[in-house]
């Protein structure tokens, strides 16, 4: 496993820790990237928005047809849309205050895609705070994928055939994502996560009994069962595919690094032009997101080369590679964390 440790030795940290993202801050503020951006929110939000209704229009006007399959892709394409507007709504991106981007969180998590807003606001807070950090961090915790070499043994029956060999599943895996933010989703509103249950609980109910019924209504069961785990299935696979390159394979943090070195040293940007920009809803821009995670989207563009060229002249590494390269670096970690699991059971087997 990669630590920030050698990572870091470019740049002495008693010499600069407390004091380099203050001097960075500083000219992100200069250039004034913090203010929100209404105008894009707008037009964002109308855009989703119409894409969310014109989809489900379609879905009742194409009827029982295989045409539902183009329906379900771009439905699923919508979902993700969707989802990065609620991440944006978490991070205060959108609103000056706390209490309207709740409310259109909730709209848009709860009864828009079926995912627990405040669930997800409390995990992906926990992430923010200690990213890639074995411990801390949630998003690297060991469940079905292994992120730490350490948890890698010991795995047996499925959980260790997934973990011998979860370079090779990970995008099919994947297409389950949908369906875990679902169960994660409940089992927080059972367990008290979430600070208002009730109402989350109530907004959740009435997307499942919704969208169940629409399908119902305009399928017979079997073609509406194949349209929900195609659509879910894609759902899964391009909301997981916008936040796979940010940090895996990245290095992991011994846990005393300073705040920027933290944030920049365990994350990746892709780079890109508009058509990834709105693809990834500027998570292709990780770094920034996570020095700044109150900027608004399009803003992160514009900060970008500031704290690029800002982290080469305090020495600090950042990492900036293609979508593809990501996913290959990504999959290569992934890879080399299974081999103790390999090893393990080719030892069992040789016995």
């Known amino acids: ?14 010499a600069t820790a407390g004091s380099d993202f203050a001097v960075l801050a500083r000219r992100i503020n200069a250039e004034g990237l913090m203010q929100r951006r209404a105008a894009y929110y707008v037009a964002r939000i109308s855009v989703v928005t119409l894409m969310f209704l014109g989809g489900w229009t379609a879905f009742f006007l194409i009827g029982s047809s295989w045409w539902q399959i183009v329906t379900a892709a771009f439905l ?9 507007l609620a991440h944006d709504l978490a991070h205060r991106q959108v609103f000056r205050t706390k209490r309207p981007g709740e409310i259109a969180g909730r709209i848009a998590g709860n009864v828009g895609i079926g ?16 990213p890639n950090h074995d411990d801390l961090d949630p998003d690297v915790a060991p469940e079905v994928l292994i992120w730490a070499t350490e948890s890698a043994l010991g795995r047996r029956g499925l959980k260790g055939f997934v973990t011998r060999h979860q370079a090779a599943l990970f995008f099919p895996l994947l297409t389950l994502l949908a369906v ?4 994660s989703s409940i089992k927080a509103l059972r367990n008290g996560v979430v600070k208002r249950p009730r109402l989350e609980s109530t907004l959740l109910l009435l997307h499942g009994v919704g969208y169940l019924s629409v399908l119902l209504i305009v399928l017979p ?14 759902f899964g696979l ?19 690094e300073d705040f920027l070195r933290k944030q920049v040293l365990t994350s990746r940007n892709v780079r890109g032009g508009r058509f990834t920009d709105a693809a990834l809803g500027g998570l292709n821009y990780q770094i920034e997101h996570h020095l ?7 803003n992160l563009r514009k900060a970008q080369p500031i704290v690029e060229a800002y982290c080469a ?27 103790p699991a390999r090893a393990e059971h080719e030892a069992r087997a040789g016995r």
């Open 1 to 14: 496993m990669t630590t920030l440790t050698s990572a870091t030795s470019t740049a002495p940290r008693a």
């Open 76 to 84: 699923a394409i919508t979902f993700t849309q969707v989802g990065l």
């Open 115 to 130: 995912m627990s807003y405040g669930w997800w606001m409390e995990k992906h807070t926990r992430h923010h705070n200690n």
């Open 180 to 183: 875990d933010l679902k169960i």
């Open 221 to 234: 069961p079997l073609p509406a069962l194949g349209f929900l785990l195609l659509h879910q299935a894609l």
């Open 238 to 256: 391009y909301l997981g595919m916008t936040f796979a390159p940010n940090h895996k394979g990245m290095p992991h943090p011994a846990g005393d």
């Open 292 to 298: 700044f995670p109150g900027m608004p989207a399009p």
């Open 313 to 339: 002249q305090i020495g600090v590494p950042y990492e900036q590679t293609s979508l593809v390269t990501s996913y290959r670096q990504a999959l290569r970690y992934l890879h080399e964390v299974g081999a």
